[in-house]
């Protein structure tokens, strides 16, 4: 071993520089491809939907969760910790938090709030996913490719709204007495094993033409319970609707950008 | 050669295990299987491109169609072809015709030895025991 003192600072001192330069030279070459998943910008059409909570009841929300429920074969798995989430229920402490008080009416404390996927403007699932199975599209849609979903879960981890649920086995294995004749909706897929799941914005509905599947079975009730549309169009019912009502949204100091707001 | 001869007796006997499968299939080629078509299928007479190119790049186009619809969300595909408009599902427009998936599509996958995962999350049609409906 002949490496000397002088050697060894001058070989540590050029593998330091070359490190620093590594990145910067990275960066002017090829600028942003370090970054995990690039977010395009929405054109044209970009969903939205606006859920009034003052036209909900128990009943009418259980019917929204079981439209949605049973057109995508959402299991019911029976434990909690293996729930799989498209649509569901909270109360106001947790859907909102930061947003409580202690003098609040009991009644908006324990309304059951219909949570689903925010479509977030700037998600931060997309960012994260190391294969790029979840993308944001140009309708504002965060949309997930079964296909190419390896199962990491960073998707899980970085999402604020508790939206996506890992699959920890195979749905159609789900308990047959919570489930009687899954999978329901023969035209739509169910997952498999080992993937993120969550709510689409039924954009395959989107794409005849239907409106979602819980904005349907909640409009049959009441016209104004949900309203789904582009919140691109000024003129579209959604937009109207947003100028008529005070709205929030949930977690909107993350900067996420949700896409679903509530009328409390 | 020390024991020579019980040395050779061996390698026959070891030559002959080892090529048991070899001389007793000798002429007994297992046929590729012929797909069974549905009494649908049989009477629309065409699938959306012709025989030869479903038969070998079936598996090519479901693989563009995937990416294409939930991708792009560009859910129609125009045969040249046939000159109609279908819409890009397996579970739905593949399966309609093709409701016989075990004596359609699992023949010849079983046959190739290929275990396409298109079922882990696909519906495949429900086959009663006296074929398809």
């Not at chain 1, 054109?43 to 003052?54: A, D, E, Y």
């Amino acid at each position: 071993m002949g490496l000397n003192r002088r050697d060894f600072l001058r070989i540590a001192g050029l593998s330091a520089l070359a490190g620093l330069g590594g990145k910067t030279a990275f960066e002017i070459l090829a600028p942003g491809e370090l970054e995990a998943s690039e977010v395009p910008l929405p054109k044209g059409v970009k969903w939205g939907m606006l859920i009034n909570m003052h036209k909900f009841d128990d009943a009418l929300t259980k019917k929204c969760i079981e439209a949605c429920h049973k057109y995508h074969n959402v299991p019911n798995i029976g434990n909690p910790k293996e729930e799989v989430k498209w649509i569901w229920t909270d109360s106001f402490h947790h859907t909102f938090p930061g947003q409580e008080n202690e003098y609040q009416s009991e009644d908006i404390e324990e309304m059951p709030f219909l949570l689903l996927c925010n479509h977030c403007t700037n998600p931060p699932c997309v960012r994260v996913c190391p294969t790029k199975a979840t993308f944001k599209r140009e309708d504002g849609i965060v949309a997930m490719d079964m296909h190419r979903c390896i199962g990491c879960r960073y998707c899980m981890a970085a999402c604020p709204y508790g939206s996506r649920s890992f699959n920890w086995g195979d749905p159609r294995l789900a308990p047959e007495a919570l489930n009687p004749e899954f999978p329901q909706n023969p035209d739509y897929p169910t997952r498999s094993k080992g993937v993120v799941e969550k709510c689409n914005f039924c954009a395959e509905r989107l794409a005849k033409g239907e409106q979602p599947a819980c904005v349907e079975a909640a409009r049959e009730e009441n016209e104004e319970a949900m309203i789904f549309g582009d919140l691109g169009d000024p003129d579209s019912e959604i937009r109207k609707a947003l100028r008529e009502h005070y709205t929030i949204r949930r977690k909107p100091e993350l900067g996420t950008g949700p896409n679903v707001f509530y009328v409390i | 050669m020390y024991d020579g001869g019980k040395i050779i007796i061996g390698i026959v006997i070891g030559l002959a295990i080892l090529l048991f499968p070899f001389y007793t299939n000798i002429g007994k080629a297992a046929k590729a299987p012929e797909p069974e078509l549905t009494a649908k299928a049989k009477e629309a007479g065409k699938c959306i491109e012709p025989k030869e190119f479903m038969t070998s790049g079936h598996m090519k186009m479901l693989d563009e169609w995937r990416d294409e619809v939930v991708r792009q969300a560009d859910r129609y595909y125009k045969s040249d072809w046939t000159g109609e408009v279908y819409y890009k599902s397996l579970q739905v427009t593949c399966m309609e015709c093709h409701s016989n998936k075990s004596k359609f599509c699992d023949k010849c996958h079983n046959y190739a030895d290929v275990d396409p995962f298109c079922w882990d999350c696909h519906i495949a049609p429900e086959e009663s025991d006296n074929g398809p409906q």
